[in-house]
């Protein structure tokens, strides 16, 4: 293993890592739907919705998810070269 494998080894274990501590920290989907059938969709808090903790953690959620797949198609490719 030539050091650029082992430093990808690295990122593709850490951002891992970022993204189940993220998916961990997002909020159930099911709290949304109750606040729908009772009529709560449309209250002040949930208009600002894209400015909270949870569509932050959703944003990170997938730009992780993105470098993941590129660094694991990067370390296949590497393989693949050897």
Known sequence: MNALEIIIGILVILVSLVIIAAVLLQ??????????????????????KARTFDALIARLTKYFAIAFFVLAIVANILALNK
């Open 27 to 48: 909020q159930g989907r099911r709290a949304g739907i109750n606040g729908a059938i009772s009529g709560g969709a449309d209250t002040f808090l949930s208009k600002n």
